[in-house]
C-alpha cells in the first residue's frame, strides 16, 4: 500500500509506472502551508515535483521566494495586504515563477485559511497556467491584429469610395462614358486592395509577384484619388522604374499625398523626385515636430485632429514589404519629406 501526505492509506496503481496524465498532474499543481506570515512551513512532495526544490531550501522562506523576481515588476504580489484578505476568503495571486533550474512558468497561486484564530495559516494552491496564459496572449495578438487589420481596410477605401461618389455626380452632370470606366476601374483596384489587405492578414507583410513599374502614371493616378477636391499642386520629376506591386505602390503614394493635404492644406505644393536609391515625397507645409518623427510611422499617430494615424504606418508596412526603408525630415521648404530608399532601380 502507498501513504500519502496526510498518511492515509491509498490502494496501490496496478501499473508501477506513472501514466503521463499522472505526472502531468504532478508537475501542474502543487499544494504547501504557510504560516500566517506567508512563511512557508510545509513542503509536499507535488510542490517539489513542480518546482523542483527540495524542503530544506524552502520551508522556512517567504513564499515570494517562488516568484521570478526579474519579471514581477515593482508590485509585491505576496504583500501583507493580500494575506489579510487571504485570512477571510480564499485569493488567488497570478504571476510568474521560477523552478529550481531557472525555468519560469505562469503560476495561479491560491491561499486559503487554514485553521482557528489562534493556529491559522494558509493553504496554498500552486498550478501551472502557462498553456492559459500563452493562449490568452495569442488572442490578444490576434484581437489586435484583426483591429489594426479592419482600421487600415476602412481607412484605404475612404479615398476609391469618394472618387467613386464624384465620378457618378459628374456622369449624372454629363453623361460622359468616361466617367463610368473610371468608376469600374476604381472598383477593380478596390477589389485588389481588400485581397492584398486579406492575403497580408494570413502571410504577413510580403509581396508577391512584383513586376517592373513605371511611376508617372502611378504618381497621377495616386494624386487625382488624393485631391480631386482640392487645389494642391504636384511637381513631379522623373524616378526610375522599380520591381512592384502598381497596386501597392498606388498605395503608398496615396497615402503620402493625402497625409499632405491633411496636415499641411488644400492649397500644399508635393514634390516627387529621385535619390541615389530611391525617390521622396516633399510638401511646403508646417512639417512634422522633431520630437514625433521616430514614432509618426506606428499606428494611430497623428498630428491632426481629424486624422486617423493609420496612413503613415501603411506606408511604412508596404515600404518594409518591398525591403525598402522609409524615413521623415524637414523639406527645403520647411514642411515634411519622407524619402524611401533601399531602392534597386530597373532604368
Known amino acids: 500500500m502507498n501513504t500519502s501526505d496526510s498518511g492515509q492509506s491509498r490502494p496501490e496503481r496496478p501499473d508501477s509506472v506513472p501514466s503521463d496524465e499522472v505526472i502531468q498532474g504532478i508537475r501542474s499543481h502543487a499544494i504547501f502551508v504557510l504560516d500566517p506570515d506567508g512563511i512557508v512551513s510545509e513542503w509536499s512532495a507535488s510542490a517539489r515535483a513542480l518546482y523542483g526544490y527540495e524542503a530544506t531550501y524552502v520551508e522556512g522562506n517567504h513564499v515570494r521566494t517562488l516568484f521570478a523576481e526579474e519579471r514581477t515588476g515593482d508590485g509585491d504580489p505576496a504583500n501583507a495586504e ?16 521560477e523552478r529550481a533550474d531557472g525555468s519560469v512558468f505562469w503560476a495561479t497561486l491560491t491561499l486559503s485559511p487554514l485553521g482557528d484564530e ?6 496554498a494552491i500552486s498550478q501551472d497556467t502557462t498553456e492559459i496564459k500563452e493562449y490568452e496572449q495569442m488572442l490578444e495578438r490576434q484581437n489586435d491584429r484583426l483591429k489594426e487589420f479592419t482600421d487600415i481596410l476602412a481607412h484605404d477605401l475612404q479615398t476609391p469610395l469618394q472618387i467613386i461618389d464624384r465620378r457618378l455626380t459628374l456622369y449624372d452632370e454629363t453623361g460622359d462614358d468616361e466617367h463610368i470606366e473610371s468608376i469600374g476601374e476604381t472598383v477593380d483596384r478596390m477589389a485588389r486592395l481588400v485581397d492584398d489587405l486579406l492575403r497580408v ?23 487625382d484619388g488624393a485631391t480631386h477636391a482640392s487645389d494642391a499642386t504636384l511637381r513631379y520629376e522623373d524616378v526610375p522604374s522599380v520591381s512592384t506591386d502598381p497596386d501597392r505602390l498606388h498605395e503608398l503614394f496615396e497615402n503620402l499625398f493625402c497625409n499632405a493635404v491633411e496636415h499641411a492644406g488644400e492649397d500644399v505644393t508635393v514634390r516627387v523626385g529621385p535619390l541615389d536609391d530611391g525617390f521622396y515625397v516633399a510638401d511646403d ?57 533601399g531602392i534597386e532601380f530597373i532604368d
Do not use: C, K, M
Not at 118 to 123: E, K, N, Y
Not at 308 to 331: K, P, Q
Open 82 to 97: 493580500t494575506f489579510a484578505d487571504a485570512s477571510e476568503r480564499p485569493v488567488e495571486i497570478e504571476g510568474w515563477h
Open 285 to 341: 507645409g508646417p512639417g512634422i515636430p522633431e520630437e514625433i518623427r521616430d514614432r509618426v510611422f506606428d499606428h494611430g499617430v497623428t498630428t491632426s485632429d481629424d486624422g486617423s494615424g493609420y496612413g503613415l504606418s501603411i506606408v511604412r508596412t508596404i515600404a518594409n514589404a518591398h525591403g525598402w526603408d522609409i524615413g521623415v525630415a524637414e523639406s527645403d521648404d520647411g514642411g515634411a519629406r519622407f524619402a524611401v530608399t
Open 201 to 223: 492578414a494570413r502571410q504577413g507583410d510580403v509581396l508577391e509577384d512584383p513586376e517592373p513599374t513605371g511611376l508617372e502614371p502611378i504618381v497621377e493616378s495616386a494624386w
Open 118 to 123: 489562534q493556529s491559522r495559516g494558509f493553504t
